[in-house]
């Protein structure tokens, strides 16, 4: 997924990385390629058997399945990053970063 690709590189480099907190972390990565049918390949063996996955990770997902996964993801679970909730407090940290 590019967006996971450009984070680690961004996140290698000590760069101030502004990330939604969790309850608008799962509508930011919703739509990456790695949730996308038309990109859904995996080698064959490497499936997941379905019992041991609490929720799909479908583009068409529920809100909270998405909340459920978006939280295992390194956006929400890396140290030293810069949450926000809303688009006043995303500018006010654009502003003091």
């Known amino acids: 997924d590019p967006q996971q690709m450009v984070f680690y590189e961004l996140y290698s480099m000590g760069m101030p990385l ?3 907190d969790s309850d608008l972390l799962p509508l930011f990565i ?3 390629y790695t949730n996308l049918r038309d990109f859904a390949f995996t080698r064959p063996g490497w499936q997941a058997p379905a019992t041991e996955l609490a929720y799909s990770w479908t583009e068409d997902a529920s809100l909270w399945e998405l ?3 978006a939280a295992l993801t390194d956006f ?3 140290p030293h990053v810069l949450r926000w909730a809303s688009v006043p407090e995303l500018l006010e940290r654009l502003l003091h970063s």
């Open 18 to 20: 502004l990330v939604p």
């Open 30 to 32: 919703r739509l990456g």
């Open 67 to 69: 909340r459920w996964w």
């Open 76 to 78: 929400a679970r890396a």
